[in-house]
């Protein structure tokens, strides 16, 4: 079951924190984890946790901003692969958020959201061993095309591209 949707403080963020820029969202995403996993510092892998927390419990903003979640997947993908195997504080909070944050992708059904969940899901079983592909069966892609085949435009529209 999905939590609360946080869009509502995401936009808030976004407006008044950030300016309207959300490339500084990924900015904070992005030195919170690396001052966390590589400084070790507490502090900042709460603020890690917290922007991952809001960001991964946001089902109409995702809908509304896909562009937002494109590029926060992909991060996210990359911060997955980064974090050592032996880092034990991401495991106690991040498997709970990832179940959810996977729901979330299910429910609004976007095929290039589908495609990153399987490789967040792939990411997540490598460094954890976990098994979240539950509901995650295909890719939403027609049969045969594989998923590094997959873009989108500027208008935010599945590319496929062909041979």
């Known amino acids: 079951m999905a939590s609360m949707d946080s869009s509502f403080l995401l936009e808030v963020m976004i407006k008044t924190v950030m300016k309207?820029?959300?490339?500084?969202?990924?900015?904070?995403?992005?030195?919170?984890?690396?001052?966390?996993?590589?400084g070790g510092c507490t502090a900042s892998l709460h603020q890690w946790k917290q922007m991952i927390t809001l960001i991964c419990n946001c089902e109409r903003a995702m809908i509304r901003r896909p562009d937002l979640f494109i590029e926060f997947n992909e991060i996210l993908?990359?911060?997955?692969?980064?974090?050592?195997?032996?880092y034990e504080q991401t495991k106690d909070f991040l498997k709970p958020i990832m179940e959810n944050y996977l729901e979330i992708i299910r429910e609004v059904g976007i095929s290039i959201f589908a495609v990153q969940a399987?490789?967040?899901?792939?990411?997540?079983?490598?460094?954890?061993?976990?098994?979240?592909?539950?509901?995650?069966?295909?890719?939403?892609?027609?049969?045969?095309?594989?998923?590094?085949?997959?873009?989108?435009?500027?208008?935010?529209?599945?590319?496929?591209?062909t041979a």
Do not use: C, H, M
Request: a negative charge; glycine letters at 10%.
């Open 118 to 161: 399987r490789r967040l899901v792939k990411a997540l079983r490598r460094k954890f061993g976990w098994n979240l592909e539950r509901g995650l069966s295909g890719t939403g892609l027609p049969p045969g095309i594989p998923e590094d085949a997959v873009l989108l435009d500027e208008n935010g529209e599945t590319i496929i591209l």
């Open 77 to 86: 993908i990359r911060q997955i692969d980064f974090i050592g195997e032996d």
């Open 20 to 38: 309207n820029d959300t490339q500084t969202i990924f900015g904070e995403i992005q030195y919170a984890f690396i001052t966390a996993i590589v």
